[in-house]
């Protein structure tokens, strides 16, 4: 193990009774989902060695370890911001300890701005993919080969089995979901609408200032990753009204009982009969059909039956 690591992770197996299977990362005023968690171990981040603090409003800033539904479960309860003047290396450092707990995946949160004008404040979004412009990347330099591959491939961040299992999740507890892909920047002022346009020309639904690093990270250790932004405010430029951050603590206060409805049942699916590896995504059942009769031979006029494959998609 990366000995800048090693003393954070033995603190935190010291004081984390089981090992957890998934991990998650809690955005601005999101962070009522931490209380969901059962027989819960609460550390703030100032008590974890090599641990930044979190210093933004709506960002609790403590580590929750325990289990949800029965899986073993840690929750980083606020997040470090590259905007509060910490290095890429730092700001990731939360991401990389939930990996090194054992965390096969991690579902990572956010507060985000509606770039989609077909959204509004209060939707769920599922990110299926995001554009990088924060200006750098948290790998570079020497590369930790105890950690990841010196490229590591992009093609599938957010993981396309676990947002099969994300909507299906969604579906059946009724909290509709939304999806698109998610830009980040830098911060802390908002963008403006002269940026908003040409995010939108870049295929971006929503914008933020975190979470790219975290995944670039997590996706570099080969850790699963699942991604939901909460749309707080539509961006700049789509509404004619000045961005606030009480506002985005408005709207998740107003969604936090769909917002913790959904990561639940999302932990649960995702513990749910796992193997060591990979999620089970249990397939729809289809009803019999009734056994037909045995016949002699081909009825007179009857043309022969043609095998039909499944279209390929």
């Known amino acids: 193990m990366d000995p800048r690591f090693a003393e954070t992770v033995e603190f935190l197996r010291a004081r984390i009774p089981v090992p957890p299977v998934v991990g998650v990362i809690l955005g601005s005023g999101l962070g009522d989902f931490a209380a969901a968690v059962e027989d819960r171990v609460e550390i703030p981040y100032a008590q974890i060695p090599g641990f930044p603090a979190s210093a933004v409003v709506g960002h609790a800033g403590t580590l929750v370890a325990g289990t949800l539904a029965g899986v073993p479960i840690v929750v980083l309860a606020g ?45 769920l979004m599922l990110i299926s ?23 590591p491939d992009m093609s599938d961040a957010y993981r396309a089995d676990l947002r099969v299992l994300a909507k299906a999740v969604a579906r059946k507890i009724r909290v509709p979901l939304r999806e698109g892909v998610y830009v980040g920047v830098t911060g802390p002022s908002y963008e403006t609408p002269a940026e ?75 513990g749910k009969g796992r193997s060591s590896d990979r999620p089970v995504v249990e397939p729809a059942r289809r009803a019999k059909r009734p056994a037909r009769k045995a016949t002699s031979g081909p009825r007179r006029g009857a043309k022969p039956a043609v095998r039909r494959g499944r279209a390929a998609r």
């Open 79 to 123: 997040r470090i911001h590259y905007y509060e003047g910490h290095p890429m290396s730092l700001v990731v450092t939360p991401a990389r300890v939930l990996g090194l707990l054992g965390c096969r995946d991690v579902i990572v949160t956010n507060a985000a701005g509606g770039i989609d004008t077909r959204f509004s404040a209060g939707d």
């Open 129 to 151: 993919d995001h554009v990088n412009l924060f200006g750098t990347n948290p790998l570079i330099g020497p590369n930790e080969d105890s950690l990841g591959a010196r490229f």
């Open 196 to 270: 908003i346009r040409a995010f939108r020309t870049l295929g971006a639904s929503a914008v933020g200032m975190s979470t790219v690093p975290e995944v670039i990270a997590l996706s570099h250790m080969g850790v699963g990753v699942l991604g939901v932004s909460c749309i707080t405010n539509m961006a700049a430029g789509v509404l004619k009204q000045p961005l606030r951050h009480d506002e985005v603590l408005e709207t998740t206060r107003r969604v936090k009982d769909r917002f913790v409805r959904l990561l639940s049942a999302l932990v649960e699916a995702m």
